[in-house]
Nanobody, 122 residues
Framework: QVQLVESGGGLVQSGDSLRPSCGAS????????IGWFRQVPGGEREGIAC????????VYLDSAKGRFTVYRDNAQNTINLEMTNLTPEITAVYYC???????????????WGPGTQVTVSS
């Protein structure tokens, strides 16, 4: 079981930036792809972006392309989701998960962090 911990969520205003982080051990980050997902109450978990040794960085969500980037911080042992020019539609709980390969589908992810709330006010 991969131990993942999200941090860096919060309350921001439209147009602001935020950078949630997903922490794990360096060995786990070398082995697993880490995906970022979001979920609103009553909704399904939706794939946003993913970073893996084989897949590198990929952004799945069309509305996030050009505004979000995903990258690994080796000094902190985190996979970060850099989000810019935020809008209220982004508001959700953000989760990171571990999988053998990147995918926008949550079914392939075997471990999840507890989530971090991201709220964007207008």
């Amino acid at each position: 079981q991969v131990q993942l911990v999200e941090s860096g969520g919060g309350l921001v205003q439209s147009g602001d930036s935020l950078r949630p982080s997903c922490g794990a051990s360096s060995i786990e980050l070398d082995y697993y792809a880490i995906g970022w997902f979001r979920q609103v109450p009553g909704g399904e978990r939706e794939g946003i972006a993913c970073f893996g040794s084989a897949d590198r960085d990929v952004v799945y969500l069309d509305s996030a392309k050009g505004r979000f980037t995903v990258y690994r911080d080796n000094a902190q042992n985190t996979i970060n989701l850099e989000m810019t020019n935020l809008t209220p539609e982004i508001t959700a709980v953000y989760y990171c998960g571990a999988a053998l390969r990147c995918s926008p589908r949550p079914v392939y992810f075997r471990s999840w962090g507890p989530g971090t709330q991201v709220t964007v006010s207008s």
